[in-house]
């Protein structure tokens, strides 16, 4: 099965220091992966996929095909950017998406 | 543009009871999805549908759930009879094709089963 995991259900850092929220997924050939976000009372939205390679927020995500891993990172966290984020792969062959988890962000003041 | 709709935003039904909900995608986007999200999870796919046929409903309970998308254009997911285990946020999403279109989120339809 085409998994994706992501190992922290909730994380909570101070404003103003680094952010990396991990997302692991199972190995299959070419993987396709995203990042997406819930704002508090907001609609869930993409934040970045790995193939555009751009920074959206100041978050970037880098595929590491040896880790089997697609960690989301912010160098410095600001109380906006506190929300569900989910890590979702897409499934080769098909237009459907598979969801990690999600984790719960939090960004103290 | 508008986003997508989906109406009721809350649906509150006893068990054994049968439920309708409603999904508007973006206009001219032909692929529309039905997700569950279950607390504590991320959204599960249902059914995805390409214009008015199905691409894939793999994961959708057909012994109870069923989905339609006449004309291609709106939908409707219904659950008939609905179980303790479907209380859930119910989302609908719609992108232009498949193939690596981004897919649009609706607000989602938020299910509870007593």
């Known amino acids: 099965a085409q998994r994706v995991t992501q190992p922290e259900k909730l994380l909570s850092v101070f404003k103003g220091a680094p952010v990396e929220l991990k997302c692991n997924y199972s190995y299959s050939g070419s993987p396709e992966l995203f990042w997406y976000v819930q704002y508090s009372r907001q609609r869930l939205q993409l934040l970045l996929r790995?193939?555009s390679r751009e920074s959206i927020k100041g978050f970037t995500a880098d595929l590491n095909k040896g880790e089997t891993s697609f960690h989301l990172k912010k160098p410095f966290a600001q109380e906006e950017d506190s929300a569900m984020y989910y890590c979702a792969r897409r499934i080769q062959g098909a237009q459907k998406l598979v969801f990690g988890q999600g984790t719960r962000l939090t960004i103290n003041p | 543009e508008a986003g997508v709709a989906q109406s009721p935003r809350y649906k509150i039904i006893e068990k054994r009871q049968s439920v309708a909900f409603w999904c508007n995608p973006i206009s001219g986007h032909a692929t529309l999805y039905w997700y569950q999200q279950i607390l504590g999870q991320g959204p599960k796919l249902l059914i995805q549908f390409q214009n008015n046929g199905v691409v894939d409903d793999s994961q959708l309970p057909k012994d109870r759930f069923s989905a339609e998308r006449l004309k291609g254009v709106d939908s409707t997911l219904k659950i008939q009879p609905a179980k303790l285990e479907d209380s859930a946020v119910y989302l609908c999403?719609?992108?232009?094709?498949?193939?690596?279109?981004?897919?649009?989120f609706g607000p989602g339809t938020r299910l509870t089963v007593t």
């Open positions: 999403a719609s992108s232009l094709g498949t193939g690596g279109w981004e897919q649009y």
């Open positions: 790995h193939i």
